[in-house]
């Protein structure tokens, strides 16, 4: 009886350490995407005020 729940424990402790680095990993990606978004906003606006000096 006790090496069937040894079993599942270790079982369950593998699938909660997966979930847990999926999510992780799926919450920098998010981080990163947004950062690099607005980024290349700032860049953008920064590139049209300089359009409009040079005009």
Not at 26 to 42: D, I, N, P, Q, T
Request: hydrophobic share 45%; glycine share 10%; charged share 30%.
């Amino acid at each position: 009886m006790e090496s069937g729940l040894e079993g599942v424990s270790e079982r369950w402790l593998l699938l909660h350490n997966a979930l847990h680095d999926a999510v992780t990993r799926m919450a920098v990606m998010m981080v990163m995407m947004l950062w690099a978004g607005f980024g290349g906003r700032k860049r953008q606006g920064d590139d049209r005020s300089a359009d409009e000096r040079r005009a």
